[in-house]
Nanobody, 121 residues
Framework: QVQLAEFWGGLVQAGGSLRLSCAAS????????MGWYRQAPGKQRELVAR???????TYVDSVKGRFAISRDNAKNTVYLQMNSLKPEDTAVYYC???????????????WGQGTQVTVSS
């Protein structure tokens, strides 16, 4: 009843930029935290960035100053602007959203399907 659709991953050269988008839809009453995780081959999934409903942000050290997370509450959408991309940023990026379900009020954490970001040297 709740799904996340991720867009705009792809292949980019080092130093380039991408903007990921994740739109939540379904039986949603409200959304609390929204964020992005990534998982590189052979590595654990790690938090990249999160943004609270109040706009507070958290970033992994390796992307600070290069990535910016933002949200459009009217569209239930979270974005990740990625600038100055490095090969080490190559990973599958997953959207993660904390959702309060419509009518039931049940709180769940939803994951997107993942989108591949590949940064070439």
């Amino acid at each position: 009843q709740v799904q996340l659709a991720e867009f705009w991953g792809g292949l980019v050269q080092a130093g380039g930029s991408l903007r990921l988008s994740c739109a939540a839809s379904g039986s949603i009453f409200s959304i609390n935290d929204m964020g992005w995780y990534r998982q590189a081959p052979g590595k654990q999934r790690e938090l990249v960035a999160r943004i609270s409903s109040g706009g507070d942000t958290t970033y992994v050290d390796s992307v600070k100053g290069r990535f910016a997370i933002s949200r459009d509450n009217a569209k239930n959408t979270v974005y990740l602007q990625m600038n100055s991309l490095k090969p080490e940023d190559t990973a599958v990026y997953y959207c993660n959203v904390q959702v309060v379900r419509f009518r039931s009020g049940f709180f769940t954490t939803e994951w997107g399907q993942g989108t591949q970001v590949t940064v070439s040297s």
